[in-house]
């Protein structure tokens, strides 16, 4: 059986790439003068805002790949040491972005008193931490037409980071034992499902675009544990709709639309024909973190243009972003990450070499 997570047998970065401007047009329709969210294409053909379905999206595969990471690796070590190379690097120069270009432009301070603010250094550290959950995470004073945080979809770091730690302590609690793995997923799906959480008792219930997070999650580390005896067949979203038919109107009704979509998209992008498009370089987190302080960018200065102008200009500039962030930030990153032991090596064999000289 092929292996989805084999990176010949998907086209996931172009899958992420498309879910990440799925997330600038649905945000430009709230964003945009004249715009409006409910006219969202996906949203009038199924009911689900297309911003909403890609940040689900990429907690599903986010959780099937690196589950699959962790599993071929079963070194927690080196699994906390490549997220950190992948996140962190392109979410600082993000930060920068925001508190150095962004921010100054909807704040009444001068430039230095804005910049070396007590609230500037608190915003920067709240981010970098995760400490974000129900936090007002605003610039002092800034405010674009009606918006006062400059980059929004920040906020599903702080979650995805949660499950990360989550599933790392499943990992380290069940020995690599593939039953009680399962169990773990199970308790989270089950968890995020009743109308009172036992487990993830931090997270607000019933919250369509919060609540579900860890569940997609749980559901991608499901595929990722039982890759080698599950193949991605259009089977899945017909299941899906079906408990979406019994369910609908409950909390399992709202997540099988979801993931009725979501196996969709996983069976397209797992197709031999669309694997041939796959793109070798992922843009999408680039794309993702700068794509709202874009908007505002552009929303400052074509404040009286309506349309979707607030569309295409903000994805223009941000893909410029994303090109940069992944050539010379994001990917030389995360090749150290990779190789970190064999750079430690060396140099502590440099300098062992240089003592006894």
Request: proline share 4%.
């Amino acid at each position: 059986m092929k292996l989805i997570t084999d990176h010949k047998n998907n086209a996931f970065n172009l899958a992420r790439l498309l879910a990440s401007i799925m997330v600038v047009y649905g945000h430009s329709l709230s964003v945009g003068p004249g715009l409006n969210p409910l006219s969202d294409i996906l949203y009038r053909a199924t009911g689900v805002f297309s911003a909403s379905l890609a940040v689900k999206f990429f907690f599903l595969l986010s959780g099937m790949l690196v589950t699959t990471s962790l599993l071929k690796s079963g070194n927690w070590v080196v699994f906390l040491r490549h997220r950190a190379f992948r996140i962190y690097p392109g979410l600082i120069c993000a930060l920068f972005f925001v508190i150095l270009i962004v921010g100054p432009l909807g704040s009444p301070l001068n430039y230095i008193d804005f910049v070396g603010s007590k609230s500037t250094f608190t915003y920067l550290f709240r981010n970098l931490t995760f400490s974000t959950f129900g936090a007002d995470m605003s610039l002092p004073s800034v405010a674009i037409s009606k918006w006062t945080n400059m980059n929004i979809p920040l906020w599903t770091l702080a979650p995805e980071v949660t499950c990360y730690i989550f599933m790392l302590s499943a990992f380290i609690l069940t020995l690599r034992n593939r039953v009680a793995f399962t169990f773990f997923a199970l308790m989270v799906i089950v968890d995020c499902l009743l109308p009172t959480r036992f487990l993830l008792t931090f997270l607000p219930v019933g919250d369509d675009n919060f609540s579900f997070l860890p569940l997609f999650f749980a559901v991608g580390a499901l595929l990722a544990i039982y890759r080698e005896l599950l193949s991605i067949s259009i089977v899945f979203p017909l299941i899906f709709l079906f408990l979406f038919y019994l369910y609908s109107g409950t909390y399992i009704g709202v997540v099988s639309k979801y993931l009725v979509l979501i196996f969709v998209m996983l069976y397209l992008f797992t197709r031999p024909l669309i694997c041939k498009l796959e793109i070798k370089n992922d843009f999408s987190y680039g794309i993702y973190i700068y794509g709202w302080p874009c908007q505002m960018i552009i929303l400052h200065y074509f404040s009286n243009i309506n349309g979707y102008i607030h569309f295409f200009f903000p994805l223009a500039l941000c893909s410029l972003m994303a090109l940069i962030s992944w050539f010379y930030i994001e990917r030389p990153f995360i090749n150290v990450g990779k190789n970190f032991h064999l750079l430690w090596y060396s140099n502590l064999k440099d300098r062992f070499n240089k003592h006894t000289i």
